[in-house]
């Protein structure tokens, strides 16, 4: 048989063929009408299916289908057989990574394009069929197909059982899956014994004997660490270990996965933090395609090479471009915002809770800026939004300003409604949401949707997007970066820039990854503290002075990648880190 020219993918969660008219696309299909069955209607499921032999890439079906269900891209040619393919017209991926003994490898690219696949794929947790949706899938035809390949030896030991241990992505199904407190889990799956070292060092002790069900997002994510460490493996697979942690424990839980390493084991992670990423890993894969409809696996890089080409967007040893717009990073001078206007001036703000008390410094916010807010969890950082949201009263004052404000939160809510009807409210501006945020956070994709039925990073988006397009002075945006890729964080941070200068508004945005922060800041609110019993909201200041401030209690520094800009950290007593912080400069000077 032919190899086949198009891919094509039907995303069946979208596919709603009884409300296009009774199969929209069969009845547009130009090889239809030549009596062939390019596509056709399955009996069984009664949904369409397409033949990606008969497909000649016309796209009539991409653009009539008004739930935006149907792609189809051209097979690049320098593809072969897929690894893993889930079904007919379904996502398909191409080449692996291959885990290497003593090292710590990151996989990175785009959601949706086969990252937590092919950790499933290498934990055993999927047996890839190769492509053959036909015959049963098994080790022992994989171990054929790559005779005389490095994947070969990997899979001849998978096939020897060995032991793997995975940190699974959604770790907010935890605790369907284990029951009792946190101290029972950890003994009993301690097989490393290191219940005591890790406990101390992801500062778990405050929590051992809580019940697991009562366990906040960050708790879970250090919980579900700790765990997949202390088990006694040859491999080691962690699906984006940051989410819900901040600064300080992303720190430490790389200390945690970098002495699996040192252990002579095997590691490999998904992680969307870009400089922690390259703090942590010494290799790079790099994934391209098209979300949800094929991801290919490059090449080992270093991890150096293989982000900057994952900036650029092209393969050097491949020679593929797989993007068209570079991802650069501004090497900003010192903020000129002092000579902007000042739009309100706060005082001291003081507020008590029950055993956790709260102090904000005074500040003011100025007209055109950008300003980011960093700290560790719970010292108040939502806090002293949903304060200046009017949501909470100060204890010690009362704000007074005439100033409309537009609140993200950090929890995300999906109403009951799709993403058209949300964006159809009377207090959307409807020509900034189409011109801003339609197409470049790729949201009219989504328009059909139920808000409940979106993944987080597509939520997370259309939040961004709901706040950003509503008429206001002030615009509060909390963790906007949460479950959203690397190219969608920047995509995120350059709207909101966009917005903040078209229209000489005040943006001020939490976030723990300081690769986006520093992206999108002119100045800079350090929170310092206590967790959960006292916090502090410092003055905002010139981004140098903030972030020197931050690093230096964090006890890292950063330097800039002189080929794109981006900020990277180095590496604890490297040379470069005792150099700067003898000179007092933990945050890299322009």
Do not use: W
């Amino acid at each position: 048989m032919a190899s086949k020219k198009r891919i094509a993918v039907i995303d069946y969660d979208k596919c709603q063929p009884n409300e296009c008219g009774n199969f929209l696309c069969i009845r547009m299909c130009p090889v239809n009408r030549n009596n062939k069955e390019c596509i056709i209607q399955n009996k069984e499921k009664e949904l369409p299916e397409i033949s990606e032999e008969l497909c000649i890439g016309c796209n009539i079906c991409v653009v009539k289908c008004p739930f935006n269900a149907i792609s189809i891209v051209n097979k690049p040619s320098e593809l072969d057989f897929p690894i893993h393919q889930f079904g007919k017209n379904a996502f398909r991926i191409y080449n692996l990574p291959f885990p290497k003994e003593s090292s710590v490898i990151g996989l990175i690219g785009r959601n949706g394009i086969g990252k937590s696949t092919v950790l499933k794929i290498l934990s055993k947790e999927i047996t890839p069929n190769l492509g053959n949706l036909k015959e049963k899938p098994s080790i022992e035809k994989v171990i054929e197909k790559f005779k005389g390949k490095e994947l070969m030896n990997f899979f001849n030991k998978v096939k020897e059982n060995p032991k793997l241990s995975l940190k699974p992505q959604r770790i907010e199904l935890l605790p369907k899956k284990v029951k009792g407190k946190v101290i029972d889990l950890l003994k009993k799956i301690d097989e490393r014994k290191k219940l005591n070292e890790l406990t101390e060092l992801l500062d778990l002790n405050e929590i051992m004997d809580k019940n697991i069900e009562t366990l906040s997002g960050g708790e879970l994510q250090r919980i579900a660490i700790a765990a997949a460490s202390m088990k006694q493996a040859d491999y080691y697979f962690f699906d984006e270990p940051s989410s819900f942690l901040d600064i300080k424990q992303r720190l430490k839980m790389a200390k945690a996965v970098n002495s699996l390493s040192e252990s002579a084991k095997s590691v490999m992670l998904i992680e969307h933090d870009l400089a922690l990423l390259d703090y942590l890993s010494e290799y790079i894969h790099i994934f391209y395609g098209s979300p949800g409809v094929y991801g290919v696996v490059s090449s080992v890089k270093s991890s150096k090479n293989g982000i900057n080409e994952f900036l650029n967007g092209f393969l050097k040893d491949e020679n593929i471009k797989f993007r068209e717009k570079e991802l650069s990073f501004e090497v900003k001078p010192p903020s000129q915002s002092v000579k902007t206007k000042t739009v309100f001036e706060y005082p001291e703000i003081k507020k008590k809770f029950s055993g956790f008390e709260l102090t904000i410094s005074a500040g003011n916010l100025r007209q055109g800026e950008v300003i980011g807010i960093i700290g560790g969890n719970a010292l108040g950082k939502t806090t002293f939004a949903r304060i200046l949201a009017g949501e909470v009263k100060p204890d010690n004052t009362k704000l007074n300003f005439n100033l409309k404000v537009s609140f993200k939160p950090q929890q995300l809510t999906s109403e009951k409604m799709t993403v058209n009807e949300l964006f159809s409210l009377p207090e959307v501006n409807k020509e900034v949401f189409n011109s801003e945020f339609r197409k470049k956070l790729a949201i009219e994709s989504l328009m059909e949707m139920q808000l409940e039925n979106l993944s987080g990073g597509e939520l997370q988006k259309v939040a961004v997007a709901f706040c950003l397009s509503k008429e206001a002075d002030i615009y509060l945006l909390d963790e906007p970066s949460a479950f959203v890729d690397i190219e969608d964080r920047l995509k995120i941070a350059e709207v909101i820039r966009s917005i903040i200068e078209k229209k000489g508004k005040t943006a001020l945005v939490i976030d723990h990854d300081v690769l986006f922060i520093d992206y999108i800041s002119d100045r800079l609110i350090v929170f310092e503290g206590t967790p959960s019993v006292s916090g502090k909201g410092n003055i905002p200041s010139e981004m140098h002075e903030g972030m020197n401030l931050f690093l230096e209690k964090m006890n890292i520094s950063m330097r800039r990648d002189p080929e794109t800009g981006r900020p990277r950290v180095n590496k604890l007593n490297s040379i470069k880190d005792k150099e700067q912080k003898q000179k007092n400069e933990y945050y890299y000077s322009v």
